[in-house]
């Protein structure tokens, strides 16, 4: 009896199975299979949505012949669910899901090519990651029984079986492992592959109750990033020979994954079976973990810098690495992304911990390879469109052997523009700057790659080292071309070897020389110019007069090509060029040589020099601020002046005041007319002591016995007078003890002398430690403008309050000597009334308290 339930969508993956089970006992030439349907069920899914009795199709593969339906029954239910994921894995989500197994004994005749057996089913589950649609998508599975042409007549086979091992809690971004090996009955050998997974059922036709044949059903589309061979993205890859899939986890989703496994005897396919299943990667799990790559290496250096290739992770509290140099162990270190040093070339094994020591550790190893000296190189003869261009390999390979080479030409107007040729030439198909790629790897596993522009064009380029020169009359001049081809020079009159780059020359006029490079048929050509003459032209310059020390630059004029001048001493830079750079010592008369090939001259050039005038500004000065320094220069000159003039008394005479409020320097200029044409210069610094702020403290109030410390600042050293009731008065905070009112003055000085004066007036009471009040203040008026409490004894103000007739506080301090100024906020109080109240602590420590009432007058 079949159970039909509304269409629901909770199908995670499903495998159609068969087993040989013999020859049918009744039916001669039947053979006799138990078929077996594995469905995996979302564990969400509520007991009416799982049917109990499902159809299977049975078709004969070699004309999709509908054989038969089959009603398989419900033989096993059984919920699998990971309860146990590892303690170091935090934030596990749940992994669970139903098996259903429909199982169905049925009996076939024999046939050559066997029989499919189908079963279509909608909906897999909503939201699938990496299909499109993915939603109310349904699913077909199926599977082949072999036929006599692959196992022969008497042959017998079953497929291969995946077993129940999908439990698996997989993190998004971590590397993983999942066996979807399977085992086969007869011993077969086993290869497998990823597989497109199929549509089935619709919204309208959940439950297929006469399913087609595959050759009528559509392959799944797959989202951007994944393909039916790669479900799970490019990291993820299957072991064809162990089904162990393993990778890099992609990110949190449902995945469609169909595994393919091809089953051989002999060397010969005897039949594909596949396994469809969701797999679930979970985007909420984390775990410390360490990964590498199976492989490292480094081709042009010993350095190699190492980081973990796992998702970064707060889970991670250490780092270990073991670099694996051998009979060392200071080989290792604990920084997260290191950068190490080999001592030689070699394959290490790298260790890597992260963890370390701790109960959720993980670690990884890897081969790190250290083969340095591999450059990759080419060269590229030829530029012509019309003829092929000529690749040179030129890789340096220090360890192994260059072993492959990859050339892309760079020809986006042609197709199978490349080559594996070590040495390869191509034919461009125009002109224009192309970009040569060439990729090379060599036996020991490096690979690298290396750009180069070459320039087509339809001529081949001419590159000449000059357009111009001269030459004497009795010379013979070499000249220079480069290309890629056959030259030729015109005139080949007074001309050695004409047909080779570098013909010698050797014209006794002026001469225009055409160069003709011939590359297979492209022709091109350029010219150059020789002039010649029949002497030197060569004047020396003029007689200068300098300063003595200074530096002159000597210019001769005329068409001499090379110089030569002495004497060589004095030259700054260098006597074999035109125009160089010279010191005299004293007056000096420069001899300079020009010449052209093998001609000549030369001539003279006289340069004076003239002692700079005597300017002696004086000794440095030191001045306190505001204070006055007097000048003593001395000069030998016909005039002089001091620079800046500012804070000077007079800047025209040698001995001016000096007056400047910081420190600064003058610079004294004196002048002659004995030939030097600049000044000579001298400086004096008059360096100017800071300004003091002396502070003697504010003036206050105490009573008889209080002792009164006082706090000068200002400078180093103080003096306090009259010393009356002082402990000290030489030093900053002397303590007074008073009976009646003192004024004391305080000098504050430096080492130096600069000094300052500021006066305290202390008022003495003869009451007890008290805080006086006022009773009024007005304040628009220029006294009496500000209410404040007069502290007499007391050492600190707790609080100072006053509050309006609606006790709302107007103003609030604990600051000695601070108090109202009539206004809130901003804002003139009215007059009236206004309570006060004020607390203060006295020199024995003692509590004062008083409130009050004061009238504000305006």
Wanted: hydrophobic share 35%.
């Amino acid at each position: 009896m079949l159970a039909f339930r509304g269409y629901c969508k909770h199908i995670k993956g499903g495998e159609i199975h068969y087993t040989y089970l013999g020859p049918s006992p009744t039916k001669p030439g039947y053979d006799r299979y138990e078929l077996r349907l594995r469905l995996f069920i979302s564990c969400q899914s509520t007991t009416g949505q799982l049917e109990t009795t499902v159809i299977l199709g049975i078709y004969r593969s070699s004309d999709a012949f509908h054989f038969d339906n089959v009603e398989a029954d419900l033989s096993k239910s059984q919920l699998i669910s990971l309860t146990s994921p590892s303690p170091c894995i935090v934030h596990p989500s749940p992994v669970c899901y139903w098996i259903r197994e429909f199982t169905a004994i049925e009996e076939l005749p024999k046939d050559p090519a066997g029989y499919m057996v189908i079963f279509q089913r909608c909906c897999r589950i909503d939201n699938i990651r990496n299909i499109i649609p993915n939603i109310n998508v349904g699913a077909s599975y199926f599977c082949e029984i072999q036929g006599t042409n692959s196992i022969g007549t008497a042959g017998i086979n079953s497929n291969p079986d995946f077993g129940i091992k999908d439990t698996v809690l997989i993190c998004q971004g971590k590397r993983f492992k999942l066996d979807y090996s399977a085992v086969d009955a007869e011993g077969d050998s086993l290869s497998y592959e990823f597989a497109p997974g199929y549509y089935g059922g619709g919204e309208n036709n959940a439950i297929v109750t006469n399913p087609g044949p595959p050759s009528t059903w559509a392959a799944l589309g797959y989202s951007s990033g994944f393909t039916g061979f790669n479900p799970l993205g490019a990291s993820v890859t299957i072991d064809r020979n162990t089904g162990l899939i393993s990778g890099v986890a992609p990110p949190g989703g449902d995945y469609v994954v169909c595994v393919l496994v091809k089953e051989y005897r002999a060397g010969l396919l005897v039949s594909s079976h596949r396994k469809d299943f969701i797999i679930t990667v979970d985007d909420r799990c984390d775990f410390p973990s360490a990964d590498l790559d199976p492989n490292y290496i480094t081709c042009n250096g010993f350095d190699f810098s190492f980081h973990n290739e796992a998702v970064s992770t707060p889970l991670v509290h250490n780092y270990y690495w073991n670099f694996g140099v051998p009979g060392i162990t200071t080989d290792t270190s604990t920084l997260a992304k290191p950068t190490f040093s080999f001592p030689d070339t070699g394959v290490y094994t790298v260790k890597f911990y992260v963890n370390k020591d701790e109960p959720c550790t993980d670690s990884a190893t890897t081969q790190m390879s250290v083969f340095p000296g591999f450059f990759p190189g080419f060269s590229a003869l030829g530029s012509c469109v019309l003829n092929p261009v000529l690749f040179k390999d030129t890789t340096k390979s220090k360890y192994g052997i260059v072993s492959s080479w990859y050339w892309n030409f760079g020809d986006n107007n042609a197709a199978g523009d490349s080559s594996h040729l070590q040495n390869p030439s191509y034919k461009y198909s125009d002109t224009g700057m192309k970009t040569v790629t060439l990729i090379v790897a060599n036996s020991k596993g490096c690979l690298d790659s290396i750009n180069q522009v070459v320039h087509m064009t339809d001529k081949p380029p001419i590159f000449l080292p000059f357009r111009d020169t001269l030459i004497c009359s009795i010379d013979t001049l070499q000249l220079h071309a480069q290309g890629y081809g056959n030259f030729t020079w015109d005139p080949s009159a007074n001309m050695i070897n004409p047909d080779t780059p570098d013909p010698s020359v050797y014209p006794k006029t002026t001469t225009y020389y055409i160069a003709t490079l011939d590359q297979s048929g492209c022709v091109n050509s350029d010219s150059l110019r020789v002039r010649v003459v029949d002497r030197v032209t060569l004047y020396p310059g003029n007689d200068s007069t300098i300063c003595l020390g200074d530096t002159i630059t000597l210019n001769p004029s005329g068409d001499g090509l090379y110089f030569d001048w002495s004497p060589a001493g004095s030259i700054a830079d260098n006597p074999k060029i035109k125009n160089p750079h010279v010191v005299p010592a004293g007056s000096t008369t420069y001899t300079v040589i020009a010449s052209i090939g093998k001609c000549f001259t030369s001539g003279n050039v006289n340069i004076k020099t003239i002692p700079y005038p005597l300017s002696n500004a004086g000794a440095d000065a030191m001045i306190c601020w505001m204070d006055t320094a007097m000048l003593n220069a001395t000069a030998k000159g016909t005039r002089f002046t001091w620079l800046p003039p500012t804070y000077l008394s007079n800047p025209t005479i040698l001995n001016p005041l000096a007056y400047p409020k910081e420190t600064t320097v003058y610079q004294l200029l004196v002048y002659d007319t004995l030939g030097c044409p600049k000044p000579g210069v001298s400086k004096v610094v008059v360096n100017v002591n800071p300004q003091i702020i002396a502070f003697a403290g504010n003036d206050t109030s105490i009573v008889v016995g209080q002792p009164l410390q006082l706090h000068g600042s200002g400078a180093p050293s103080y003096l306090w007078f009259p010393n009356f009731a002082l402990n000290r008065n030489d030093i900053s905070d002397p303590v007074a003890l008073l009976n009646q009112n003192q004024t004391y003055v305080m000098k504050t000085f430096t080492e130096e002398g600069c000094f300052a004066y500021d006066s305290i007036n202390i008022k003495v009471f003869t009451t007890a430690p008290d805080i006086f009040v006022p009773n009024a203040f007005t304040p628009n008026n220029n006294s009496n403008n500000i209410f404040r409490p007069i502290p007499v004894g007391i050492s600190k103000i707790e609080y100072f309050r006053v509050y309006n007739r609606n006790g709302m506080l107007v103003y609030n301090t604990s600051h000695i000597g601070s108090g109202w100024d009539g206004n809130y906020n901003g804002k003139p109080q009215s007059v009236g009334g206004y309570v006060w109240m004020v607390q203060g602590t006295d020199y024995t420590g003692k509590l004062v308290s008083k409130k009050g009432v004061v009238v504000l007058i305006r």
